[in-house]
């Protein structure tokens, strides 16, 4: 009998939980045995380890975060932590694992691979940066929650005639905030992947789109952004409100965007990518990740993976500043 073990990495992103499910339910169907690790790459590393059953993973489909927990785990980076985990995977007789998490959690992947533990790698990130592929696990219901609550932002802009400056989460990728910005049809998205000038992007559209008739604002800001040209969200709303005479708040959404049911989408293909991991494990192959391209869920190397680059649809972006005027 094949044992495999499941382990979520990384930040927690919704549908994380549908994939467990799926990788246990198609494992068990395929008459393996199937370990939860707990606590990401640490769980490997310790031993923390519980047999899953049918059960173990029912009323989750629906539910965000990972019953498996998950964790950063700088130890996995050295030499002497991946040993550790090498051996604790003997011990525990595990064939191979299923990652879920973000290019950080595939290399751990690909360096445990090497060691003789095949390993398959499922995207599971709010921020869409994978390069390998076109969509992550959870994206989808992060940037419908950041929709919704810009929307209620823009309630309460609208009716003060004020600028909402809303930071979105994405450490160094605009997808979030360029699909949030495009869905609430802010005045200006500004992304990581693309510098920004104030007075181009925020000041002359504001100024523009005002002397149309427009009285209230949004800026949606990615994380990126701000962490790399320093001025923080509130910062950023004093000089607009400085320059441009309009009051303005600032919001920064935060961690409410990793929380939360997954969308139909996230469902669908956790469960699919779960089950493609787990054929491949059956079949003895490792060191590779499941990946969405040109919406077929397909298989690639994961050192290939890794080299791969990727950036925000350019289109998108202009669209966006065309239309939302
Ligand atoms: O990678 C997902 C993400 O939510 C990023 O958007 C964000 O920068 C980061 O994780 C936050 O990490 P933490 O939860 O460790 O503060």
Do not use: W
């Amino acid at each position: 009998v094949k044992t495999i073990g499941v382990l979520t990495s990384g930040g927690d992103a919704p549908g994380m939980n549908a994939t467990v499910r799926s990788v246990v339910r198609t494992g068990l169907h395929m008459g393996m045995r199937v370990l939860g690790i707990r606590h990401g790459y640490n769980g490997l590393i310790s031993g923390d380890m519980v047999e899953m059953n049918l059960r173990s993973v029912s009323d989750i489909i629906h539910r965000g975060g990972t019953i498996l927990y998950t964790a950063r785990c700088p130890e996995f980076r050295e030499q002497a932590g991946l040993e550790k985990a090498k051996k604790t995977c003997q011990a525990a007789g595990l064939d191979g694992i299923v990652v879920i998490g973000g290019d950080g959690s595939f290399r751990g992947a690909r360096d445990l691979s090497l060691l003789g533990i095949p390993c398959v790698g499922l995207p599971g990130t709010i921020d869409n940066d994978i390069a390998s592929s076109d969509y992550t696990i959870g994206f989808d219901t992060a940037m419908n929650t950041a929709m919704q609550m810009v929307d209620r932002l823009r309630d309460t802009t609208q009716s003060h005639d004020r600028c909402s400056v809303v930071e979105v989460m994405g450490r160094h990728a605009g997808y979030i905030a360029l699909n949030t910005g495009i869905a609430c049809g802010a005045t200006s998205i500004l992304v990581p992947e693309v510098p920004f000038d104030f007075k181009r992007d925020i000041y002359d559209r504001m100024m523009n789109t005002r002397k149309t008739g427009k009285q209230h604002f949004i800026i949606v800001v990615a994380e990126g952004v701000v962490a790399e040209n320093n001025p923080s969200i509130d910062e950023l709303a004093k000089r607009i409100q400085t320059e441009t005479g309009i009051e303005t708040r600032a919001t920064v959404l935060g961690h409410v965007q990793r929380g939360g049911s997954p969308t139909v989408e996230d469902r669908v293909n956790a469960s699919l990518m779960g089950n493609y991991a787990v054929e491949l494990l059956n079949r003895g192959i490792g060191n590779r990740v499941v990946v969405m391209r040109d919406n077929k869920i397909v298989d690639i190397d994961i050192y290939e993976a890794l080299q791969m680059k990727k950036t925000i649809d350019m289109h998108t972006y202009e669209v966006a500043h065309q239309i939302s005027i």
